[in-house]
């Protein structure tokens, strides 16, 4: 058995497990303010695992996402002269300049697009503390991304679950080599932009 395939199949066995729960919440908070891991990763193999609990797991990582974010927020409007620094170091800087040109141009819309996309939305939540967005809309805005977003992984494999997991088992060398690929050549370009 592959690496790629006892990982996947160690993923399925893990998300079964009472503590998942708690792992997927702690996942999805820690993305959205400082980790680099999507909860999307996790929710799938959940879902897949436990079909009867597939839209409260769903619940619980937006909740844990918006939550995090709250904090992403919270560290740019007290805390961004201690970030500042690993912003530029990680090669988030033009995440972030791009953040505050979003904000100026669609205020609201900005954190709802990095909600939903794979733009660091982490990124996001600092700006909008940096600039103090109202709050309340900040909390709606990260929702209704976030809830379209992982909604959108909990339907995929709600309706496609099985032959999904199909696929994955016929193909896992094959994505797990290309994912390898892709990370390594992401980061040997930032080293050489860097």
């Known amino acids: 058995m592959s690496i ?8 399925i066995e893990l998300s079964a497990k009472p503590a998942a729960s708690f792992y997927l919440f702690l996942l999805s908070f820690t993305e959205a303010s400082f980790f680099i891991v999507p909860p999307d990763v996790m929710l799938a193999p959940m879902c ?11 619940l619980i990582a937006i909740v844990g996402s918006v939550l995090g974010g709250a904090l992403g927020y919270f560290i740019g409007m007290f ?3 201690f970030v500042q620094p690993f912003i530029e170091q990680y090669g988030y ?7 505050l040109q979003w904000f100026d141009d669609w205020g609201f819309w900005a954190i709802f697009i990095a909600a939903v996309t794979p733009i660091p939305y982490k990124i996001f939540t600092i700006a909008a503390g940096v600039l103090m967005m109202n709050f309340p809309l900040f909390l709606i805005a990260s929702f209704l991304g976030r809830g379209l977003r992982l909604f959108a992984v909990a339907c995929f494999v709600k309706f496609f679950g099985d032959r999904v997991d199909l ?3 016929r193909y ?15 980061i040997i370009l930032k080293f050489l932009v860097n």
């Open 4 to 11: 790629f395939k006892k990982t996947y199949t160690k993923t």
């Open 167 to 169: 696929l994955i088992q």
């Open 93 to 99: 800087q033009s995440h972030y300049d791009l953040a």
């Open 48 to 58: 897949l695992a436990q079909p009867k609990k597939i839209w409260r797991l769903t």
């Open 172 to 186: 896992i060398n094959q994505l797990g080599w290309s994912l390898t690929v892709i990370i390594g050549i992401v």
């Open 79 to 81: 805390g961004f002269n």
